[in-house]
């Protein structure tokens, strides 16, 4: 098989296209690259979609946290503190033990039977959990930039009237926007990262359609040497870093553009890896 | 354990929980707690060290050597860590055992035959024949290295970042006095950089506390590896028969890990206020605005 006809047969793999049989002997340096690339489609898949929805959910727990309210901040405080001080090994395990204990035949809600095997599969399940472990880190960043937004600015708002949701609209948003990005940026790529934990956690791989660590560890597995898949992943995951970082720094740039160039908030990779 | 748990079928209720709960196997559950305790408690220093290497690497004067130290730092930060844990476990191993082989083994052929990893029976590591806590022992200690690597390379980050961090005229004026540059690093640079350091490290051992439950990756019967087994359905020809309880295992864990943060952090919070106390120097006022 050249390499070209590898590429069409193993490309979409871990989506389900293509070739259904894994190569089982005679492994090529072109398989692995194709098949861990095939893979990396699941990684950018959760990533991409748990960054999106979490956003949201993001800065509305950070609202909810930073509000006076304590019947409003201390369930936000606690969905924090859940997920932030517990590994998100575990959470996966605990989701995936919790949506095995729906009913298999599905929830009957007002005479319509909802399906529920579904969700214990990996493309709904594990996304649920990254949703909610990276809502709950990137609160905690945006809760701490909404806090360092200069009083000025605020009582600035308030002599001219600016106040409530026009305060938050024209103030508050922007800036916090501006001061959490470059933490934001690190968070989006630890999430990348933690995406590659989901097929070792508990949720199967559905027909070996697994992400990028899943087909490396096969390989390594079937042909006893780590120096050939793993190196793969790893420069698969520097790239992604790579495009992550552009994405965001075109972001941060847009988010500065009305500042002088020397009190612009710069985006540093800081190491703060596992969650 | 109890006497009243000689027959287990026979007995109800509490009695049942307390003596399930006291069981071989949940004994070991219980230990392997410990053995996560003593994970940390090795691999915290073990992280440190090479971070101070790592840092003292990255500063050095020697070109090739400070590439290395900046480079070990880049590279195990931009790729997933499980990802090092899954490679370096099998490395290390294959490694070791090759070495061994060079020594020991009649035959030197190279041992990445097609799809295996052969070397003769004697350079197995350990022996086949050693007992089973050997193998457990050598299991742990590939998995206090890994650790000890992955870690290492974000210490050596924030230990960079604490050496940079340190007052320039501190330096300048101990080589006025005439230091060398060892001297200047020992007697300066290293006992100062500690209180810069620490906001940094003490981050690093939450994210370490939480990297626990990956020993399980690495193949030790750590935890998880328990709650998993322990928590399975298990049927009548069990001496404790119970349904699938894997969730409630889980969330015992979850809470062990939520409690162990949260000490961790109040211990922590209290260091740290101790360390910035009384810091009348220009770094500690600068680390008093910095509001850590």
Redesign the interface.
């Known amino acids: 098989m050249s390499c070209w006809e590898t590429v069409q047969a193993y490309a979409f793999r871990s989506i389900g296209f293509g070739e259904n049989l894994l190569p089982k002997s005679d492994f090529t340096l072109c398989q692995q690259v194709t098949l861990i690339g095939s893979g990396l489609i699941w990684n950018i898949y959760f990533g991409v979609l748990a960054l999106a929805l979490g956003f949201f959910l993001a800065v509305g727990v950070a609202l909810a946290k930073s509000s006076p309210r304590a019947l409003v901040r201390k369930p936000a405080e606690w969905f924090v503190f859940v997920f932030r001080g517990s590994p998100l090994f575990i959470q996966f395990f605990l989701a995936y033990e919790t949506l095995q204990l729906l009913p298999k035949a599905g929830v009957n809600v007002l005479g319509i039977t909802v399906e529920t095997a579904w969700t214990t599969r990996a493309w709904a399940g594990a996304l649920f959990v990254l949703f909610l472990n990276t809502s709950a880190y990137a609160a905690e960043i945006f809760h701490g930039a909404l806090k360092s937004i200069p009083k000025g600015d605020l009582e600035a708002a308030e002599a001219f009237g600016i106040t409530g949701w026009q305060k938050f609209r024209r103030i508050q948003w922007p800036t916090m926007l501006r001061l959490g990005w470059p933490s934001y940026t690190n968070e989006a790529i630890f999430l990348f990262h933690a995406t590659t934990l989901v097929f070792f956690s508990g949720f199967p791989a559905f027909r070996q359609m697994g992400d990028a660590l899943y087909y490396a560890n096969y390989f390594a597995d079937k042909t006893f040497n780590p120096f050939v898949p793993y190196p793969i992943v790893a420069v698969y995951f520097i790239c992604l870093t790579l495009i992550v970082t552009v994405i965001f720094a075109a972001v941060n740039r847009r988010l500065n553009r009305h500042l002088p160039s020397n009190v612009r908030s710069r985006i540093r990779l800081r190491p703060q890896f596992i969650r | 354990m109890f006497a009243a748990c000689a027959d287990p079928k026979t007995i109800e209720g509490l009695t049942w929980l307390s003596c399930y709960l006291t069981s071989g196997k949940h004994l070991d559950f219980y230990w392997s707690f410990v053995t996560v305790l003593l994970l940390l408690a090795v691999t915290a220093p073990a992280a440190l060290a090479m971070g101070f290497l790592g840092a003292s690497a990255a500063r050095s004067r020697l070109l090739p050597v400070s590439i290395m130290g900046k480079g070990y730092a880049a590279?195990v930060?931009?790729?997933?860590?499980?990802?090092f844990f899954?490679?370096f476990v099998?490395?290390l191993d294959?490694g070791i055992e090759y070495l061994k082989s060079l020594a020991v083994c009649a035959d030197h052929t190279w041992p990445?035959q097609g799809?295996?990893?052969r070397v003769c029976p004697e350079a197995k590591v350990p022996l086949g024949a050693s007992s089973a806590f050997w193998h457990k022992a050598y299991g742990f200690g590939l998995a206090v290295f890994t650790f000890a690597i992955v870690f290492g390379?974000?210490a050596a980050?924030?230990l960079y970042g604490a050496m940079n961090a340190v007052p320039k005229a501190q330096l300048e004026t101990a080589e006025a006095y005439g230091m060398s540059h060892g001297q200047v690093f020992r007697r300066i640079l290293v006992p100062q950089m500690w209180v810069y350091a620490l906001p940094?490290l003490s981050?690093?051992w939450m994210?370490?506390?939480?990297?626990?439950?990956?020993l399980?990756?690495l193949g030790v019967k750590d935890i998880?590896y328990y709650?998993?087994e322990l928590?399975g359905s298990k049927t009548q020809a069990y001496e404790y028969p119970h349904p699938?309880w894997?969730?409630w295992y889980?969330?015992g864990?979850?809470v062990f890990?939520?409690i162990f943060?949260?000490v961790s952090e109040l211990v922590l919070a209290r260091l740290s206020a101790r360390l910035n106390r009384g810091q009348a120097t220009a770094g500690g006022e600068a680390l008093r605005k910095a509001g850590s």
């Open positions: 590279v930060r931009g790729v997933p860590d499980i990802v899954l490679f099998i490395a294959q990445w799809l295996e990893f390379a974000f980050n924030v940094g981050n690093l994210i370490l506390i939480k990297a626990t439950p990956l399980f990756l998880v709650a998993r928590g699938d894997r969730l889980f969330l864990l979850l890990y939520l943060t949260k």
